[in-house]
C-alpha cells in the first residue's frame, strides 16, 4: 500500500491493529453510505436527486451480512457493534423502503433518523395495524 491516494485517508501513526480497524470501519459505513444511496434516503451528493434501486441496495446489505458471516469472532467488539447497529437500520430502512410507494422524481430525501416525525394525516386502517413485521429480502 505505497499508493499516496490511499494513505491519505487512512489513519496513521497507528499500529496495524488500530489501522485495520479504521480500515474496517470506513468500509463498513461507506458500504452502509451507499444502500441509504440506493434506498433513497440520502441524496446523490453530486446531483442531489433521490436515487431508489432497491436490488442494488440489497446488494449492498447483503455484502455486509455475508462480511458479518465471515469475521464472526474475529472483530473487536467495538467492530461489532458497528456491523451489527449498521446492518440493523439498513434492514429496518428497506423494510420502510419496499412497504412504502416510489418518492417522485427529483423528491426530497426522507426525514434522518430521530428526527421528530409529523403525525400522518389518515389514521391507519385495521388492516395496517395488525401487520407483522416480515423480512423482505
Excluded: W
Excluded at 501513526?13 to 440506493?38: H, I, K, R, T
Excluded at 446523490?44 to 432497491?54: A, F, I, M, N, S
Amino acid at each position: 500500500m505505497n499508493d499516496p491516494h490511499i494513505t491519505e485517508h487512512t489513519p496513521s501513526g497507528g499500529s496495524p491493529d488500530e489501522m485495520n480497524s479504521a480500515l474496517f470501519a470506513q468500509l463498513v459505513m461507506q458500504q452502509a453510505s451507499m444502500a441509504m444511496l440506493l434506498l433513497g434516503k440520502t441524496a446523490h451528493p453530486e446531483t442531489g436527486q433521490v436515487v431508489r434501486d432497491l436490488e442494488a441496495a440489497r446488494l449492498f446489505i447483503d455484502q455486509l451480512e455475508m462480511l458479518e458471516g465471515k469475521t464472526k469472532g474475529n472483530l473487536t467488539p467495538e467492530e461489532a457493534a458497528l456491523l451489527k447497529q449498521s446492518l440493523m437500520s439498513l434492514r429496518m430502512a428497506f423494510v420502510e423502503c419496499v412497504d412504502s410507494p416510489a418518492p417522485p422524481p427529483g423528491a426530497a430525501p426522507a426525514a434522518e433518523p430521530g428526527a421528530p416525525a409529523t403525525a400522518p394525516a389518515v389514521a391507519p386502517s385495521d388492516d395496517e395495524s395488525r401487520k407483522k413485521f416480515t423480512k423482505k429480502y
